[in-house]
């Protein structure tokens, strides 16, 4: 059997290239390229945008922008005949993350994003590990071949004693399925005029997969730069003054009222770190602790604070001016001196129950999410085999690194247009409620009972608790009203970002176009 080749349309030897295209059917309007020499001249010299390091930039679907990839298959062999379509046993793209070298000497290596047997899903290096090319595995794992000696049991063992020396890297990419986009064989008048078997499929720039096994490790500098002052050692050294109570907290007794008052300052700031960012002290005394806090909550219990446990004066504290309970907390004349022991305890015990705590609110990383990464596309077509062999499996070449723009990135398609209702007396009566909001009771009785005034001057009330409602709004007006505040805030704002010139651009609509869309009134 000839040597097949898979490579970009219209560049030999090189890497895949991409298509971008931002009309609707952007599918058949490919198609209608390749079906004409001018056709396939546009796509052959398609250029992609670049940012200012001359790295390729692919957009998202958000931005209305969309991404090919044509490619074509033959063989290596005087004339380089195309490949009959009928012996492709499927074909496919796949997105390779690149981990890009830095001047440490770190070495570049491909990521595949792969979802294990056991469900979990993520980035997984493919460094070439015992003496195996895993970039080059087939995305499928019930398409890939192991060796056999005709021999089942035979197989088995050999099989056996290959997983036994594999290294942890390698074996947990056994079974794995790589994501793999479907790439199309063209319809066959289109391979016919280009005199090509030509493929394409659509670049993947956008995700709803989330990796699964969030890595969230925080090292001694990470817990440093958190811990409160009043949680440090003492003695301390001449440039770090030992953490005081500030005179109006000495000896105070506190209640909620003064929990306004406190905001901002070192002490509210270590309580809303241990009860919030920790989860150390839950609103309810008798909520059942995770297993990550108990650690921190045996650190706290090593000091004293006015002849109590530094975990119970805290909680208390907490209590009182996080949760705003109705009681009071009396503070000690000074801050206990922790000694370096205790200070090192305590933030060694803040690691698990920050990790612990993270895990349950920071969200799994999207595929597409890292900021600034590099990425990759390679494609692959499975040949049918004519002695009845599994068919070979044919990689094409990596393409340029290429990064995804982020979703809020401006693009080259100009925006969508929303048309606001006119303010005019005439025209209210089309301005009718086209959305109904169900207010719950609560929420309902704290609205009726409270104007924009009391609630500014801080004088609001819950209300009375009466019966649920349905209040209709028309979406125009909630557009308009929110453009009219838009406006504000981006005008107050402009002090400090001097952001009007880049973030609003107004320009004047002419007569014509106006009565041409019928928009005047």
């Not at 991409?18 to 020499?37: E, K, P």
């Not at 349950?360 to 990425?375: L, M, S």
Request: glycine content about 8%.
């Amino acid at each position: 059997m000839h040597e097949v080749l898979l490579e970009p349309f219209g560049a030999r030897g090189e890497g895949l290239t991409f298509v971008q295209c931002s009309d609707g059917d952007f599918v058949a309007g490919l198609l209608a390229d390749l079906r004409t020499a001018e056709g396939r001249a546009r796509v052959s010299k398609a250029t992609v945008t670049r940012g200012p390091d001359e790295v390729l930039e692919l957009f998202q679907p958000v931005h209305r922008i969309f991404h090919l990839t044509v490619a074509e298959v033959f063989c290596r062999e005087p004339g380089l005949p195309r490949l009959d379509p009928a012996k492709l046993d499927g074909a496919g793209l796949v997105i390779r993350r690149v981990r890009v070298p830095r001047d440490d000497g770190f070495t570049e290596v491909n990521e595949a994003w792969v979802r294990r047997p056991d469900g979990t899903k993520g980035w997984h290096s493919l460094t070439p590990l015992s003496g195996d090319d895993l970039a080059r595995w087939d995305p499928d794992p019930t398409r890939r071949r192991l060796a056999s000696t005709g021999n089942d049991e035979v197989d088995r063992h050999a099989h056996e004693r290959r997983r036994a020396a594999m290294l942890p890297e390698r074996l947990a990419l056994e079974g794995a399925e790589e994501a793999a986009t479907t790439l199309f064989v063209a319809p066959p008048d289109v391979c016919k005029a280009a005199g090509r078997t030509l493929l394409f499929g659509l670049v993947p720039t956008a995700s709803a997969e989330t990796s699964t096994g969030l890595d969230l490790r925080y090292d001694d500098a990470d817990l440093d730069a958190i811990v409160p002052e009043y949680l440090r050692a003492g003695p301390y050294p001449p440039d770090r003054e030992p953490a005081v109570l500030p005179p109006d907290l000495q000896g105070r007794k506190l209640t909620r009222l003064d929990a306004e008052r406190l905001e901002g300052g070192p002490f509210m700031a270590m309580l809303a770190l241990l009860t919030v960012s920790l989860g150390a002290f839950p609103k309810s005394a008798g909520t059942p602790q995770p297993d990550s806090v108990e650690p921190l909550l045996a650190a706290l219990e090593r000091f004293t604070i006015a002849g109590r446990s530094g975990r119970e004066f805290l909680a208390d504290a907490a209590r009182v001016l996080v949760w705003r309970d109705e009681s009071s907390i009396i503070m000690p004349d000074a801050w206990p001196v922790l000694s370096i022991e205790t200070a090192r305890a305590i933030r060694d015990a803040m690691r698990p129950a920050l990790e612990g705590q993270a895990r349950r609110v920071v969200p799994d990383e999207g595929r597409f999410e890292t900021a600034g990464a590099r990425y990759v596309a390679r494609a692959f077509v499975r040949v049918r085999r004519d002695d009845g062999c599994p068919p070979r499996l044919v990689w094409s070449h990596d393409s340029a690194p290429f990064q995804i723009k982020a979703w809020f990135a401006s693009s080259p398609v100009p925006p969508l247009r929303v048309l606001l209702p006119e303010l005019l007396p005439d025209r209210l009566h089309e301005a009718l409620p086209n959305v109904a909001f169900v207010v719950p009771r609560g929420l309902a009785g704290f609205l009726n009972s409270n104007t924009a005034k009391s609630l500014l001057k801080g004088n609001g009330s819950k209300g009375k608790i009466g019966l649920d409602w349905i209040c209709g709004f028309n979406i125009p007006i909630i557009t308009l009203c929110a453009f009219i505040v838009l406006t504000i805030f981006l005008y107050l704002l402009n002090i400090i970002f001097w952001w009007l010139p880049i973030v609003k651009i107004c320009v004047p609509i002419p007569r014509s176009m106006v009565k041409k869309a019928g928009l005047s009134t």
